[in-house]
T-cell receptor
Framework: DQQVKQNSPSLSVQEGRISILNCDYT??????FLWYKKYPAEGPTFLIS?????DKNEDGRFTVFLNKSAKHLSLHIVPSQPGDSAVYFC??????????FGAGTTVTVRA | EAGVTQFPSHSVIEKGQTVTLRCDPI?????LYWYRRVMGKEIKFLLH????????ESGMPNNRFLAERTGGTYSTLKVQPAELEDSGVYFC???????????????FGPGTRLTVL
């Protein structure tokens, strides 16, 4: 039973514009949310996270928004750069250990 | 500092054979995790070690999968006998004690791509 869902398998955006990735979850016990980025033939690398007590966290070009009432989070990347082309995974945890991932969104940044 | 390493990077075996995957975590990380991604779907949790003890193995698919972490250092994941549906990418991750950092960030290895024919 998949508790974290990324309904958009792919996203194409022009360089310099904003990329918005969305994620929905069903488990109200999740208290920590993360985004991971993955390049081909590499493992996922941590990008940004947010605690359930916050609704926004910003780190440079990356901002994560959490809407607990809607069980929805999003990742904004602005401005998008060619190096941002990768697969982005949304993840969540209840206990700080076991991560539940979405299926990923492949982002392609066009020059 | 060396990252999480996994061996082999690829493995192709026939149904019914045995395969053993190895993971070397970041030195000093007590927590070690195994995950699997099948056919471009979500990355699924398999199990979690704290040192040499299995803390949570709720994601292990069945008794054909055996994970060990002798001495609390590297870990192995053995699949015996392998079935077609076991094909996928197996990721290992490690993290330090969450009491030592603000969050228990998990560092992932590059994965082992397993193909069962």
């Amino acid at each position: 039973d998949q508790q974290v869902k990324q309904n958009s398998p792919s996203l194409s955006v022009q360089e310099g514009r904003i990329s918005i990735l969305n994620c929905d979850y069903t488990n109200s016990m999740f208290d920590y949310f993360l985004w991971y980025k993955k390049y081909p033939a590499e493992g996922p690398t941590f990008l940004i996270s947010i605690s359930s007590i916050k609704d926004k966290n910003e780190d440079g070009r990356f901002t994560v928004f959490l809407n607990k009432s809607a069980k929805h989070l999003s990742l904004h990347i602005v401005p998008s750069q060619p190096g941002d082309s990768a697969v982005y995974f949304c993840a969540a945890s209840v206990d700080d250990y076991k991560l539940s991932f979405g299926a990923g969104t492949t982002v392609t940044v066009r020059a | 500092e060396a990252g999480v390493t996994q061996f082999p990077s690829h493995s192709v075996i026939e149904k019914g054979q045995t395969v053993t995957l190895r993971c070397d975590p970041i030195s000093g990380h007590d927590n070690l995790y195994w995950y699997r991604r099948v056919m471009g779907k979500e990355i699924k949790f398999l199990l979690h070690f704290v040192k040499e003890s299995k803390q949570d193995e709720s994601g292990m698919p069945n008794n054909r999968f055996l994970a060990e972490r002798t001495g609390g250092t590297y870990s192995t994941l053995k699949v015996q006998p392998a079935e077609l549906e076991d094909s996928g990418v197996y990721f290992c991750a490690s993290s330090q004690d969450p009491r030592e950092s603000s969050y228990n960030e998990q560092f992932f290895g590059p994965g082992t791509r397993l193909t069962v024919l």
